[in-house]
């Protein structure tokens, strides 16, 4: 199982970022994948998660309105939108499935928010 995710990101305030995450070694659509984040300094937050399967998303209260998570059957690839980026938003972003108890990560993402 690997999850490969998209490269570091600089952005201005306001701005929105897309982070993607392609898997591979194992069928797509049957996990949820889970998007969580880590701001310096911080622990480990949850923003959101999708089950590739029919769509479905589930979001943390804390960023409704701003996360879109979407996945790409035909790519095996999932896809994380945060928008009205802040300078709190600076973190690094992991996508993580969890098969058979077992959770894999992604290898994360920086996100950097700075004018």
């Known amino acids: 199982v690997q999850l490969v995710q998209s490269g570091a990101e600089l952005k201005n305030p306001g701005a929105t970022v897309k982070v993607s995450c392609k898997a591979s070694?194992?069928?797509?659509?049957?996990?949820?994948i889970n998007w969580v984040r880590q701001a310096p300094g911080q622990g480990l937050e949850w923003m959101g998660r999708?089950?590739?399967?029919?769509?479905?998303?589930k979001y943390a209260q804390n960023f409704q309105g701003r996360v879109t998570v979407t996945a790409d059957t035909s790519t095996s690839t999932a896809y994380m939108e945060l928008s009205s980026l802040r300078s709190e938003d600076t973190a690094v972003y992991y996508c993580?499935?969890?098969?058979?108890?077992?959770?894999?990560w992604g290898q994360g993402t920086q996100v950097t928010v700075s004018s």
């Open positions: 999708i089950d590739p399967e029919d769509g479905g998303t």
């Open positions: 070694g194992y069928t797509f659509i049957k996990p949820f």
């Open positions: 993580v499935t969890i098969i058979s108890d077992f959770a894999y």
